[in-house]
Every structure is written in C-alpha cells, then in structure tokens.
C-alpha cells in the first residue's frame, strides 16, 4: 500500500518549546487512522503543518505525495478538512455557503450533496452564525465531503454533535471509506467512536511518535490477565517487561499483557507464578489500551512496549 500522508522529521516550535518533534510518520492510503493523543501531544500542530496552515521549523510533510509547502488548488480540490474551531462565513446560511463553494470543485457532487442534506437535515435558510455547534460541524463536514475528496483530515470531527449525529455520521463515513476507498486521519479523544471505523491507530504524546500500528494487531496483543492463587500473594520482582498495570488484591493478581500471545502467557504465568490456580483473559478496548499508554506518559521512563 502506498503513502497517502508522510512526515519526515517534521519539527514545530513554540516559544522554543516543541510542539511536534522529529516527527517521521507513513500513513497508508485507503485506510482510516486514529490519530490519538493526550492533550497538547501535537495532533492539530502535525495536522496544520500537513495542510500548510502551519510552517514547520524543520523537516518535511507531504499529502498525496505533495510537500504541505506546495500545495495548490488542485491538491485542495482533492483533500477535505473539518476541525473544531473551523472559520465558516457567518453570515451565510448553507444553502449560501453551498453555492459558494460548490464552483471551486469540479467533482463537487450534486447528488452526494443532498443525501447528505438529508441525512444531516440542517436548516438551510438559518444563518450558520444562528446554528448550534453541531449543525455548524455538520454543514463544515457536509462541505468537505460533498467533492467527494480523495484524503479526509478530520480534527476533533465529534465536538458538539449529539449521539444520535455521531451515529448517523460514522455510519455514513463507514459506508464512505468502504465504498468509497477514501483515506481518512481523523484525531479526536472519543475513542470509541473512532475504534468503530479506524484500520489503524496512531498515538503521539509529546510531538513524538509512540505508536502506528494497525487496530487489529493493537487489539490482538492487548489482554487482560487475572491471576488467582490459593493464598494471598504479593508481587514477585523480575516480571516480564511487557507486563504493566498490576494490581494485586487479596489471592489475585491482575496486569495488562501487551504482547499477549496464546502459548506463551501460559508458560510465562508457569515460570513466574509457579502456585497459581488458575488465569483468565480478557481483550481490551482501543479505549482501555490507550489509557494504558496515557498512563505510561506520566512515568518517567516507562513507555508501553511497541509492536
Ligand atoms: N499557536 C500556538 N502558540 C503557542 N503554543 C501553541 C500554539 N499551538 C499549539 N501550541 C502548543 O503546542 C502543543 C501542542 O498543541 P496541539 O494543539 O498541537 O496539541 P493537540 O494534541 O492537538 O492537543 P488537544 O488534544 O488538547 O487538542 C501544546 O503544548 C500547545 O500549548
């Protein structure tokens, strides 16, 4: 699979401090990327230097194997950009703004348009300063997808939209990507509505790189482990490194394995708990196991194992 988005040791600074930092990052085409963070790890820094509304201080970011410095209409015309806190001309209301901007694209797609006007149902004849927030992001959202873009960039793409919105919109950016083969980087912190669409998840914490892998193998590594003992049973030293999060509680123990793998958690459980009972498994979510990794940001030194 080719790149569609590639960073090369792209650095941005603010008051010296780096916001992103050496970042060097492939995102394949045709797949839907989580990108993942707390806040302040970069994701709109990275996001804005990758559509050249940011200038880098080093390094390079290219979309659809364009450097983000050249960019042009007819690279624009091709990528769709919806963020929290994206400038809408007011004073127009959508069927206004629609008109607008349907010229500047020539695969703008009347037919599209209004299947997403119905199903977005947003008043077309208020004025987009008198929408609420949501509508406002949904007619941002209608407006980026409607020229049927090659590469979507969403930024915070929930903020303000209702569950049931949030359900209609992922449901249509499902259908979208498969029908479609639309590569889509969406960062946003609600999980989980983004593990319902995504292929593959990035993580970033502190303008680096901590993961970029896909959901599936993500998932598949992650476990829960609980491990029952007939006595109470304190934590032995020199557990693998790949185990993190224990709680010890009474005759059980409980940890999170990252690199969970069928035959040898036996075997480990076997050589380091030789007087336990019994284990049991269970998988994450994209949630949990960010949480896992959120919590490792704080400790000094200790980043969750990577693939
Ligand atoms: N225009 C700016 N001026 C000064 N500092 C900035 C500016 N924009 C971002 N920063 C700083 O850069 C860092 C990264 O911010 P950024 O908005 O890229 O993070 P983020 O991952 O998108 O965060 P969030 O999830 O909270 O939206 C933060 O420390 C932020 O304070």
Known sequence: MSSIIELENLTKNFRKSPAVNDLSLSIPEGAVTAFLGPNGAGKTTTIKCLLNLQVPDSGQAKILGCDSRKLGPKQLQRIGYVSENQQLPSWMNVTQLLDYLRPMYPDWDREFEKKLLREFN?????????????????????????????VVVLDEPFSGLDPLVRDEFLHGLLELTEVEGWSVLISSHDIEEVQRLCDRVTILNRGHLELNESTDELLERFRKVTVNFPDSKNLPAGLPATWSDFQVSGRTIRFIDHR???????????????????HEVQPLTLREIFVVFAKSFRLPNNPPSQS
């Not at 987009?128 to 980026?144: F, P």
């Not at 969970?260 to 019994?278: R, S, V």
């Open 122 to 150: 947003i008043p077309l004849k208020t004025k987009l300063r008198s929408l609420s927030r949501g509508q406002r992001m949904k007619a941002a959202l209608l407006s980026s997808l409607a020229y049927r873009p090659q």
């Open 260 to 278: 969970f793998h069928t035959t040898t958690l036996p075997e480990q459980i076997g050589k380091h708990f030789p007087d336990a009972l019994t």
